[in-house]
């Protein structure tokens, strides 16, 4: 079965030093991994999506993140934090990953990142 | 475009009422799906539907009941509350496969069972 880790339950940063939020998944095939953000009383929004594209992903807002096979990760990283992005961050894989009507999504636990001024 | 939209917004109820939370959404999606929030839990899913008039079971369906007799809405119904099912509910929608990652989330229904 299909699984992410976020490594971190909360994260706390200053205001323009960079953002590290990190998942590692398991998978016995290639995955599709996603991120997704949600704002304080918000529902949740996609940021970004891996598809055994390009390694490096770039998302809305600056963020990005690298899926490394051989860490089983997929870290999602900005150079330089702003207020607007404390928020809950998702870790998400695809069950199963190629399609398929029952295609179905596995949630991290999430990622509280604070942001100081 | 209002997107996802859930009603009500917040909800308190006694110990074996029950409850009808609806979900509505104007992308012309195929796909809607009802997911729990709790606190270190990350989302669950509930039930979804893969198009009108289907339903089908998640991860955590026990307790729960749906129906998706119109296309846009999606109802999640709560026979007997338990306190066990306080939570936050988000509804969400997507288009049919190979899309069926990005989906729309409305703003959740926070339920608290007393």
């Known amino acids: 079965a299909q699984s992410v880790t976020q490594l971190d339950s909360h994260v706390s940063v200053s205001e323009g030093t960079p953002v590290l939020l990190r998942c590692n998944y398991s998978?016995?095939?290639?995955?599709?991994l996603f991120w997704y953000v949600q704002h304080p009383n918000k529902g949740l929004q996609l940021l970004l999506k891996?598809?055994?594209?390009?390694?490096l992903v770039k998302g809305i807002n600056g963020f990005e993140a690298e899926f490394k096979k051989s860490e089983t990760s997929f870290h999602l990283t900005k150079p330089s934090a702003h207020m607007s992005d404390a928020a809950e961050y998702f870790c998400?894989?695809?069950?199963?990953?190629?399609?398929?009507?029952?295609?179905?999504?596995?949630f991290g636990t999430g990622t509280l990142l604070a942001v100081q001024p | 475009n209002a997107g996802v939209t859930q009603t009500p917004k917040f909800r308190v109820l006694k110990t074996g009422q029950s409850m009808t939370l609806l979900c509505a959404q104007d992308?012309?999606?195929?796909?809607m799906y009802w997911y729990r929030q709790d606190p270190g839990m990350g989302l669950r899913l509930i039930h979804y539907?893969?198009?009108?008039?289907?339903?089908a079971k998640g991860e955590v369906p026990d307790g729960y009941n749906v129906s998706r007799l119109k296309k846009q809405n999606f109802l999640l119904g709560l026979e007997s509350a338990a306190p066990s099912q306080t939570s936050v509910y988000f509804c969400?929608?997507?288009?049919?496969?190979?899309?069926?990652?990005?989906?729309?989330f409305g703003p959740g229904t926070r339920l608290l069972v007393l």
């Open positions: 969400a929608s997507s288009y049919t496969h190979p899309f069926q990652e990005t989906q729309y």
């Open positions: 998978s016995s095939y290639s995955p599709s």
């Open positions: 891996y598809t055994s594209a390009a390694t």
């Open positions: 998400v894989v695809s069950d199963p990953p190629y399609g398929g009507a029952t295609n179905k999504l596995i």
């Open positions: 992308m012309n999606h195929e796909y």
């Open positions: 539907s893969v198009g009108e008039g289907t339903t």
